[in-house]
C-alpha cells in the first residue's frame, strides 16, 4: 500500500507565496510521475502541474510563471511553488502519484491540503 500525504496550505494575502509538500511513502518499486490537482467550491477538480521522474514538468497556462513544480526522488516528495498567488489560486490542493507496486502501475492521492488567498 502506498500512502500520500500532502502539507503546506494556508491563508495568504494576494500576491503572496506558499509551498506545498506531497510525500509517498509504503511499499512500492518505483515512483513514476507526480502532480497536483486543485478543487475549488463547486467546482470540477483541474490539472495544476505534473512532473515526470526525469523532472519533466507540464503546467496549466494559468500558473504558468508563477508555479514550480519540483520533486527529490530520494524522498519520494514533489513540491509545489506557489508565487503571486491570486484569489482564484484558492482551492483544495490535492497530490497524486503514479507507483509501480508488483509489476502494475497505481495512480495513489491524498486528502487534500487548503489554499485561500484573500485579503
Known amino acids: 500500500q502506498v500512502q500520500v500525504a500532502e502539507s503546506g496550505g494556508d491563508l495568504v494575502q494576494p500576491g503572496g507565496s506558499l509551498r506545498l509538500s506531497c510525500a509517498a511513502s509504503?511499499?512500492?518499486?518505483?515512483?513514476?510521475?507526480m502532480g497536483w490537482y486543485r478543487q475549488a467550491p463547486g467546482k470540477e477538480r483541474d490539472f495544476v502541474a505534473a512532473?515526470?521522474?526525469?523532472?519533466?514538468?507540464n503546467y496549466v497556462d494559468s500558473v504558468k510563471g508563477r508555479f514550480t513544480i519540483s520533486r527529490d526522488n530520494a524522498k519520494n516528495t514533489v513540491y509545489l511553488q506557489m508565487n503571486s498567488l491570486k484569489p482564484e489560486d484558492t482551492a483544495v490542493y490535492l497530490c497524486?502519484?503514479?507507483?509501480?507496486?508488483?509489476?502494475?502501475?497505481?495512480?495513489?492521492w491524498g486528502q487534500g491540503t487548503q489554499v485561500t488567498v484573500s485579503s
Open positions: 512532473i515526470s521522474s526525469g523532472h519533466n514538468a
Open positions: 497524486y502519484v503514479h507507483a509501480i507496486v508488483g509489476d502494475v502501475r497505481y495512480e495513489y
Open positions: 509504503g511499499t512500492f518499486s518505483s515512483i513514476l510521475a
